[in-house]
């Protein structure tokens, strides 16, 4: 499968702990993007790489939120001091410049 | 105002219907669209992208409007199968999506 991956794909964890998910983008996509949803919502944006360069992120993003793509390939995303609120799907998707944006099946966290 | 609304939903529908959704959009700079297609505790699949002719794909059928600034999606002949909830994504800059809140359908036998 060469689609985009991500990992874990659920996470269940105690308020005040920290986590980090991973995400591989499709090989030869350049841009990475990360974004949360809620139930009945649609996704989130949060921030996006192009390489290694991180050239947008979301005011949801707040500080303890930290988001690294070092290699210009996979990408990780920390939470620390995780909260209740931060209960949600955490998707990562991957394009080439301009293109069609391709999802992965996303991390589901819950934040006890 | 959201950045990009969608119908309420949900769409019940019975097998063989037409059925189309709509999505406006408040930047008028927006530069790509697209819809997207979202299976109950799944990830986002990309159904069609919207060009400003218009492009069809067998029985989904997608529209641009600038200057009204809505997208459109019309599925003929409805599935069982198409039961989900479809989610337009707006691109304003060439970057990251803003999404309406997406329209649930069901169709029903």
């Known amino acids: 499968d060469t689609g985009v991956s991500q990992d874990p794909r659920h996470k269940i964890t105690k308020r005040g702990q920290n986590v980090t998910f991973r995400c591989d983008p499709i090989?030869?996509?350049?841009?990475l993007y990360w974004y949360r949803q809620t139930l009945g919502q649609g996704p989130e944006f949060l921030t996006y790489?192009?390489?290694?360069?991180?050239?947008?992120k979301s005011r949801l993003l707040s500080d303890r939120f930290s988001a690294e793509r070092p290699k210009g390939s996979f990408s990780t995303l920390e939470i620390q001091r995780t909260e209740q609120g931060d209960s949600a799907m955490y998707l990562c998707?991957?394009?080439?410049?301009?293109?069609?944006?391709?999802f992965g099946p996303g991390t589901r966290l819950t934040v006890t | 105002r959201k950045e990009v609304e969608q119908d309420p939903g949900p769409f019940n529908v019975p097998e063989g219907a037409t059925v189309a959704f709509n999505c406006t959009y408040s930047?008028?700079?927006?530069?790509?669209f697209f819809w997207y297609r979202q299976d109950c505790r799944k990830e986002p699949k990309l159904l069609m992208s919207?060009?400003?002719s218009g492009n069809e794909d067998g029985r989904f059928t997608a529209q641009l409007n600038r200057a009204s600034q809505y997208i459109s999606l019309l599925i003929r002949d409805s599935k069982l199968s198409d039961s989900a909830t479809y989610l337009c994504?707006?691109?304003?800059?060439?970057?990251?999506?803003?999404f309406g809140q997406g329209t649930e359908l069901s169709v029903k036998p």
């Open positions: 998707a991957s394009s080439t410049t301009g293109n069609e944006q391709y």
């Open positions: 090989s030869e996509h350049n841009r």
């Open positions: 790489f192009q390489n290694e360069a991180q050239l947008e």
């Open positions: 930047n008028s700079a927006s530069q790509s």
């Open positions: 919207v060009y400003s």
């Open positions: 994504a707006v691109n304003p800059l060439g970057g990251k999506l803003i």
